[in-house]
């Protein structure tokens, strides 16, 4: 196959995921707002200062409110890692790779794309911006369930796989992230006392807390859920789950040199995180440093296939 397609399937993939984990990363934050009570302190500039865009944000915004980071995160056009922006950069990729993909596969991404094109305004109403995330989580999922079903699991399956469980670890190391800045020490005593509500919203907003309750067999707490989220080897959504995927895929694709030494080496640096003895300023360093090793293996990953090429 030609690099320029299998590049534009893997930001197919990277784009859509992105899309499913900003509306993920929005829900765990309404839910807990509507789990702590009143009064317990809880911002929403911790949204994107995870993401790392808190000066594309004030370029555009004096107040880090709901309204103002809700609409950032979701609607905003100019901002390139907004959900609108997300899903039209993959509608884009999906509609230059029509060849190689089920149709239903298109029909899919363009009815999403049009769905939240024609919705955007609801974000700004809690109860309207729950239903309008929810219609972006089912409709990724049916583009993935769709791909399992009907598409053979060749070399485009598996830089679609690849580009996906990059942006699926990432995403996670950042939703622990959140978690770490919430329960930073200059964080509330009030804001402590709620830490099982955090942990639990965590878990909901990677559908891992049924898989949690089956592996861990213990009460929610924070040490268990970081360790079940970056090293449970069977939950998809786990970075070390993601790395196997990402192992596989690059095993299974020609020309690949040294890249399946590199993944090697990132699953043990994940292996060796031990968050029972490490503070959360510690915590918050890992993570970033873990988000930079992804970002460099993506970086080995587009040198290696998007410009040398692919043999067929």
């Not at 790395?243 to 090697?264: H, Q, R, S, T």
Request: charge should be negative; include cysteine.
């Amino acid at each position: 196959m030609l690099s320029r397609s299998a590049e534009r399937l893997y930001w197919l993939a990277r784009y859509l995921e992105r899309t499913e984990n900003i509306a993920r990363l929005v829900s765990v934050h309404m839910n807990l707002l509507m789990d702590l009570p009143n009064g317990v302190e809880m911002g929403w500039q911790q949204l994107i200062r995870i993401n790392t865009s808190e000066p594309q944000f004030y370029e555009k915004y004096t107040a880090a409110n709901e309204h103002n980071i809700t609409r950032f995160l979701l609607s905003d056009e100019t901002y390139p890692g907004s959900l609108f922006s997300s899903l039209s950069a993959a509608r884009e990729n999906i509609r230059t790779s029509r060849d190689l993909l089920p149709d239903e596969a298109w029909e899919q991404v363009n009815e999403m794309y049009l769905y939240v094109k024609n919705n955007r305004d609801s974000v700004y109403n809690r109860s309207n911006r729950v239903v309008f995330l929810n219609e972006i989580l089912k409709g990724c999922q049916r583009f993935t369930g769709l791909l399992s079903g009907y598409m053979s699991h060749n070399h485009p399956y598996r830089f679609i796989r690849l580009g996906k469980n990059i942006e699926r670890a990432d995403m996670t190391s950042r939703i622990l992230d959140l978690a770490s800045l919430l329960l930073a020490d200059s964080r509330s005593d009030e804001m402590r006392q709620y830490e099982t509500i955090l942990w639990v919203n965590i878990l909901k907003a990677l559908n891992a807390q049924l898989m949690y309750r089956q592996h861990v067999r213990s009460s929610v707490n924070g040490d268990d859920v970081l360790n079940f989220l970056l090293l449970n080897a069977n939950l998809p959504r786990s970075v070390s789950c993601c790395i196997a995927e990402i192992a596989g895929c690059i095993n299974a694709l020609p020309n690949n040199d040294a890249l399946p030494e590199e993944v090697v080496k990132l699953d043990a640096y994940v292996q060796a995180i031990d968050t029972r003895h490490t503070t959360q300023a510690q915590l918050r360093e890992i993570l970033d440093d873990l988000q930079n090793k992804l970002g460099e293996l993506h970086g080995r990953i587009s040198n290696n296939w998007f410009k040398q090429g692919i043999a067929e």
